[in-house]
């Protein structure tokens, strides 16, 4: 069982990894390079420095992550496409389960698609 620091600890990690996406967001409607840049230097101060990163304790000093360039035609916006409605009788889709580094699975619903347009190239 986890202690109260530890589970505060996680609350803290995920209002930070919460807070850095809305700042990306905000940074990317003036600059979406600039918005990048902010996310590769806070995530990696994250993964290097918070009590909740998930590189061991050992490697954090050191860790820098592997990072493509910035490529401008990388960047788009998506909208989800609903996938089949619930109501229609059919038995709802089976879960996808994912295991995670802690003791317990999550399992998931696929509740539509996105379709990415990549490149040509």
Known sequence: ????????????????????????RAFAKESPETAWRHWVEARERLFRTHPQSPVPEADRPAFRARHWPYDPAMRFEVAPEPGPALDTGAPPPLPFVLPTSGVEALAFRRIGTVTIPLPAG
Not at 7 to 23: I, K
């Open 1 to 24: 069982m986890n202690s109260p620091i530890d589970e505060l600890s996680l609350a803290d990690w995920r209002r930070r990894v919460a807070e850095l996406y809305a700042e990306v």
